[in-house]
């Protein structure tokens, strides 16, 4: 069974930045597509990065682009999601995910296999 566990959120000012891992265990991480998502309370959850299992693609929802840098370290089991010039509507619960399926891009929730508990990311004006 794979665990996925998110940490690195936590209350910034706007403009601020974070640095969100996502670290696996239970699996061959190399072989997963991994996701970043995120939900604001009272929305669907909502997609905001991916990374291929080689981690020669990346794609991003359009709210991140530029902002938002996802990347992975295969010798750590580990995904990061790096957040940068962060704006209040950025406010949500972070979660990563892992397809294992080899599928790239994966953009909807209802693909992915594993997910993590989630890390609290507010940021205030």
């Known amino acids: 069974q794979v665990q996925l566990v998110e940490s690195g959120g936590g209350s910034v000012q706007a403009g601020g930045s974070l640095r969100l891992s996502c670290a696996a265990s239970?699996?061959?991480?190399?072989?997963?597509?991994m996701g970043w998502f995120r939900q604001a309370p009272g929305k669907e959850r909502e997609f905001v990065a991916a990374i291929s299992w080689s981690g020669g693609s990346t794609d991003y929802a359009d709210s991140g682009k530029g902002r938002f840098t996802i990347s992975r370290d295969d010798g750590k089991n580990t995904v990061y999601l790096r957040l940068t010039s962060l704006k209040p509507e950025d406010t949500a619960v972070y979660y990563c995910?892992?397809?294992?399926?080899?599928?790239?891009?994966?953009?909807?929730?209802?693909?992915?296999?594993?997910w993590g508990q989630g890390t609290q990311v507010t940021v205030s004006s």
């Open positions: 995910a892992a397809d294992n399926l080899r599928h790239f891009p994966v953009l909807k929730p209802g693909e992915y296999d594993y």
């Open positions: 239970g699996g061959t991480f190399s072989s997963y597509t």
